[in-house]
């Protein structure tokens, strides 16, 4: 009988496990960059960060997994920083600028919700998921601020707004991979336009 694989939460705990866990965390973002996720094997990265392929397979039970903890380890939640006024159209500009910082990271992303997209993949589906109710919340409650303090229309639902802004900035994301020149705050900036009062 084959054991279970230990819960991705689980493996690590002790104060090495996490910092050698970390380090493979770091090392992958920087190979992902490289070689894009599509070329990249746990047993790449594992010669790469020096660790056995077992060992790895120890912190990060499979590529889909080591790719979701290096998309969140990207990922800082900056809109409880940013001030009541901006928009969820500049919010999330601003994070697909952060985003396009990191080398690799936007078509990581784009990976990750292609996954997603496959039944066989719960681990993507799963972190895509809970990613886009929790932008969708956060973004709707800013909208619901911006129509109290007459900024945005009023005659929008605020999640479908949400919504909206998510799939204008994904699909922009996506657009820029294959046209840096895309300019995305400016689009973004139109639908800010539209909505306003």
């Excluded at 746990?42 to 997994?65: D, K, N, P, Q, W």
């Excluded at 990581?108 to 809970?130: G, I, K, N, Q």
């Amino acid at each position: 009988m084959t054991a279970e694989p230990a819960p991705p939460g689980s493996r690590g705990v002790s104060p090495k496990g996490i910092a050698r866990r970390q380090e493979i965390i770091d090392r992958a973002i920087e190979v992902f960059a490289r070689r894009g996720a599509h070329q990249t094997s746990l047993r790449a990265i594992a010669s790469e960060v020096g660790v056995t392929h077992a060992a790895l397979r120890h912190y990060f039970g499979s590529l889909e997994e080591l790719l979701v903890e290096v998309y969140r380890h990207s990922e800082r939640d900056d809109a409880a920083t940013q001030p009541p006024e901006t928009t969820p159209a500049e919010m999330m500009r601003y994070s697909a600028e952060r985003n396009r910082e990191i080398p690799g990271l936007v078509q990581l992303y784009s990976t990750l919700v292609a996954a997603a997209l496959e039944e066989d993949r719960p681990v993507a589906r799963a972190f895509v998921t809970t990613r886009f109710a929790r932008l969708r919340e956060g973004l709707a409650a800013r909208v619901r601020e911006s129509q109290a303090a007459g900024r945005m229309r009023d005659d929008v639902d605020p999640d479908e707004v949400a919504a909206l802004v998510i799939a204008a900035s994904d699909g922009l994301q996506s657009q820029w991979l294959l046209d840096p020149g895309l300019d995305h705050a400016r689009i973004l900036a139109l639908l800010d336009r539209l909505l306003s009062p």
